[in-house]
């Protein structure tokens, strides 16, 4: 199993940062990629970045492109997003994600998500 909790939520002004932390720990050898995914009241979650465990590979929505970095401490197994430029449509609550093998199995683990409120 892969457990992950996520901090660093909170409340900003538009234009300002915040950095999302996601600590796993389990069967973190297990894990092929991590992401983060955000869900605001009445939408779906969507995808917003997303890193390969392996070569690093990552993956932005256009909305964040520019803005939001993914990026991950093996040694720490921890998962980051530093967000700036922050805009009020980027209030959500942010969850993190880790895709990870079980024998012949690919499993889906979820945080507990942490609420990111951007004000104008």
């Known amino acids: 199993q892969v457990q992950l909790v996520e901090s660093g939520g909170g409340l900003v002004q538009a234009g300002g940062s915040l950095r999302l932390s996601c600590a796993a720990s389990?069967?973190?050898?297990?894990?092929?990629?991590m992401g983060w995914y955000r869900q605001a009241p009445g939408k779906q979650r969507e995808s917003v970045a997303t890193?390969?465990?392996?070569?690093?590979?990552?993956n932005y929505a256009d909305s964040v492109k520019g803005r939001f970095t993914i990026s991950r401490d093996n040694a720490k197994n921890t998962l980051y997003l530093q967000m700036n430029n922050l805009k009020p449509e980027d209030t959500a609550v942010y969850f993190c994600?880790?895709?990870?093998?079980?024998?012949?199995?690919?499993?889906?683990?979820w945080g507990q998500g942490t609420q990111v409120t951007v004000s104008s």
């Open positions: 994600n880790a895709q990870w093998t079980s024998g012949l199995v690919r499993r889906i683990s």
């Open positions: 389990g069967s973190t050898f297990s894990i092929n990629a």
């Open positions: 890193i390969t465990t392996g070569g690093g590979v990552t």
